[in-house]
C-alpha cells in the first residue's frame, strides 16, 4: 500500500518542528546557565542564604588555613567578607542570621565585642559566623553584625594552632561580600607595530586587570577569533594569540578587547607581513633572536680567535664585540636562555666589564652554554653567561672555536656611519640617532624608535613593573610580581600600620596603638585597673593622655 505523498510531507513538516523546537529549547537553556552565572554569588552559582541582599552572599565549602584563603568559594568578583566590610555585615540582622541553616564564616573576630581581624593571638581568635549550627551565639551583644554575636570558634583556638580555620562538622562555609567594581584596563597591551616574516611565528599578549576578572577577546579587522580557529591560529590558556606559519593574509589589525561588567578596554597592535626575515647571516637563517633587528644568532665554526668568524655574518654585518655595547643592552637575561646551542661573541665577562675578548671568559648567549649568573653583570642589560666553566680556558683557549660546545657567533649589523668619523666623533648630527636606543629600561628594546619592554614592565621607557594581581593603595610595585609596601605600613597585603597587633580592642592608627579606656601600653596589652601608674614612665605616661576611644 503507498504511502500518500501529501502523509510524507506532514510527517517530514512535524519531524523538522520537532528538532527546531527542541533546538531553541537547548539554546535557551543555555543562555539561561550563562545569566545564572554571571550573577551568581558563589563559585558553584548556588547560594545557601543572604539572598535578599545583593552584596552579601552564604556559599558552601571548605578551605586549607586561615579563614582568608577562602575567597575561591566567592564567584567572581567577590571574596570573603573581613573585619574591613563591616558596613556591608552591619546589614545582617540577628533574625536573618540565625535563620540560616549551617555555620558560615568570616575573616573577623569578635573578642571584647569588637569588629576586628581574624589572628592566631590569644585576643584576637573568636572567628565571626552567621547560621543557626554556630556554636557561640549570644542575643545582643556586639560584633560585626547587627543585634547580637555568633562565633564558629572561641577561646582556645590559638593555643592550639586552629584559629579563623574550618572545622569539619561545625562550619559549612564562608560570607561572600561583593567587592567594589573597577574597570578594566589592559596592564600589558600587544605592541603597537609588529612586523613578521612569512613562515615565522606571531606571539601577541596581552594582559588586563579589573573586577570583576575581566574577560579578553581576540579580535581580527573587526571580527572576532574564537578558541582554535586552525591547526595556525590559536588562542591560549593565558590569553595569548599564536599563528604559527605566518601568511600576507594573516596582515592586519589586531584588538585586545577587556570586558567586564565594570567597562571595556581595547588595545590594538597593526601586524605587518615581511616576505623575508631582516636576519644577519650569511647562510640567510637565523637560530634566535630575530625579533631583534640588529641582533642575530648565527650557526657555524670558525678557526682562530671569535672575530674571525665574520665570514658567518651578511654583508653589512660583523661578530658583536664590545663596542655594540648599545645593541648588546637591548638582550635580557629571558631573551639570552629562550633558544637552543651556545653563540659566543668578542667580549669577555671579567671583573663586571664589557670588554674585547683576549684569552678567556668568552661571553655568549644560549640555553647550552656551561656558566650562568644572572644577577652579575656583562655586555648584556641583566645577568652574565659564559661560554666555558671557570678555568676551563686557563690555558687562553678561551676566545676560540670549542667543539661540542659552541654553536656559533652573534653578528651584529654595522652601523651606518663611517668608520672615521665614529672614531672621533665627528658630525653626530649627520645621522638621525634612535629615539630610544639609550634610554630603554629594564631590558627593554629599542625597535622602530619605540621601546618594546621586556615581560613584567611597560611604560613608554619600560619604567614601570607590572605586578598582578595589582598591588593595594597602600603599596608600589618595587619589581615584577613583587609589591613594596609605603612607608609606615606592614604586613603581607601592607594592611598593617603597627609592627605588632594592637591587643583588647585597640586600634592602630597612624602606626601607633590607640586603646580603649580600660587598657594602655605601647600594644595595649595593660589593663588600667591592675598597673600601678607610678610603675609607668614620663613617655607611656604622655602616650596614655593622649589615647581616646
Not at 594592611?495 to 592608627?509: A, L
Request: net charge positive; with cysteine; charged share 20%.
Amino acid at each position: 500500500m503507498r504511502i500518500p505523498s501529501l502523509c510524507i510531507r506532514l510527517i517530514a513538516t512535524a519531524c523538522i518542528l520537532s528538532l527546531l523546537t527542541s533546538l531553541v529549547s537547548v539554546k535557551a537553556e543555555r543562555l539561561r546557565r550563562k545569566s545564572k552565572h554571571i550573577d551568581a554569588k558563589c563559585s558553584d552559582g548556588s547560594s545557601e542564604g543572604l539572598d535578599q541582599h545583593k552584596t552579601l552572599a552564604a556559599c558552601t565549602g571548605s578551605w586549607i588555613g586561615h579563614v582568608s584563603n577562602s575567597s575561591h568559594l566567592c564567584a567572581d568578583g567577590w571574596r570573603v567578607c573581613s573585619w574591613r566590610d563591616e558596613d556591608l555585615l552591619r546589614r545582617i540582622s540577628w533574625s536573618e542570621a540565625i535563620e540560616i541553616a549551617g555555620c558560615f564564616a568570616y575573616n573577623a573576630a569578635h573578642d571584647n565585642g569588637v569588629c576586628g581581624q581574624c589572628a592566631s593571638l590569644p585576643n584576637q581568635d573568636d572567628m565571626g559566623a552567621i547560621g543557626q549550627g554556630c556554636p557561640h551565639q549570644q542575643f545582643g551583644k556586639a560584633s560585626c553584625i547587627t543585634g547580637g554575636r555568633i562565633d564558629a570558634s572561641c577561646c582556645k583556638d590559638s593555643h592550639l594552632n586552629s584559629a579563623c580555620q574550618y572545622w569539619e562538622g561545625v562550619t559549612t562555609g564562608v560570607v561572600c561580600c561583593k567587592m567594589p567594581a573597577i574597570k578594566p584596563q589592559i596592564t600589558l597591551p600587544p605592541e603597537k607595530s609588529v612586523k613578521v616574516a612569512k613562515g615565522r611565528i606571531l606571539t601577541l599578549s596581552c594582559e588586563s586587570s579589573g573586577t570583576p576578572l575581566p574577560k579578553i577577546t581576540w579580535y581580527k579587522d573587526g571580527h572576532p577569533i574564537k578558541g582554535k580557529l586552525s591547526k595556525r591560529m590559536h588562542i591560549t590558556m593565558k590569553r595569548d594569540l599564536k599563528v604559527k606559519a605566518m601568511s600576507i593574509f594573516d596582515a592586519g589589525e589586531y584588538a585586545c578587547v577587556a570586558k567586564s561588567s565594570a567597562g571595556i578596554a581595547t588595545a590594538y597592535s597593526r601586524v605587518e607581513v615581511t616576505d623575508k626575515d631582516a636576519t644577519g647571516c650569511a647562510d640567510g637563517s637565523s637560530e634566535g633572536l630575530y625579533f631583534l633587528p640588529n641582533i642575530s644568532a648565527c650557526s657555524g665554526r670558525w678557526t682562530g680567535h671569535v672575530k674571525r668568524a665574520r665570514h658567518l655574518c651578511a654583508t653589512g654585518w660583523r661578530v658583536c664585540s664590545a663596542n655594540d655595547h648599545d645593541l648588546l643592552q637591548s638582550i635580557t637575561w629571558s631573551h639570552a636562555n629562550t633558544f637552543d646551542g651556545c653563540y659566543g661573541y668578542n667580549a669577555e665577562n671579567t671583573g663586571g666589564k664589557c670588554t674585547r675578548c683576549h684569552r678567556k671568559n668568552m661571553a655568549g648567549v644560549g640555553k647550552h652554554c656551561t656558566r650562568y649568573r644572572k644577577y652579575a653583570t656583562s655586555c648584556l642589560s641583566s645577568g652574565r653567561i659564559d661560554v666555558l666553566k671557570k678555568g676551563a680556558d686557563s690555558d687562553g683557549s678561551g676566545c676560540l672555536y670549542q667543539r661540542g660546545v659552541t654553536t656559533g657567533v652573534l653578528c651584529c649589523r654595522r652601523s651606518q656611519q663611517p668608520n672615521k668619523q665614529r672614531a672621533k666623533g665627528l658630525h653626530a648630527t649627520d645621522t638621525k640617532p634612535s629615539l630610544c636606543a639609550r634610554s630603554c629600561k629594564n631590558g627593554g628594546s629599542c625597535i622602530n624608535e619605540r621601546c618594546v619592554c621586556a615581560y613584567g614592565y611597560k611604560g613608554a621607557w619600560c619604567q614601570n613593573a607590572i605586578c598582578k594581581p595589582s598591588c593595594s593603595d597602600n603599596a608600589v610595585c618595587a619589581s615584577p610580581g613583587r609589591c613594596k609596601c609605603r612607608p609606615g605600613y606592614l604586613g603581607k597585603n601592607c594592611e598593617m600600620t603597627c609592627k605588632v597587633p594592637c591587643y583588647n580592642g585597640g586600634r592602630c592608627r597612624n602606626g601607633e596603638c590607640i586603646c580603649s579606656k580600660n587598657y594602655w601600653g605601647t600594644y595595649c596589652q595593660h589593663v588600667k585597673s591592675t598597673k600601678s601608674y607610678k610603675h609607668i614612665n614620663d613617655t607611656e605616661k604622655k602616650k596614655l593622655s593622649n589615647r581616646v576611644e
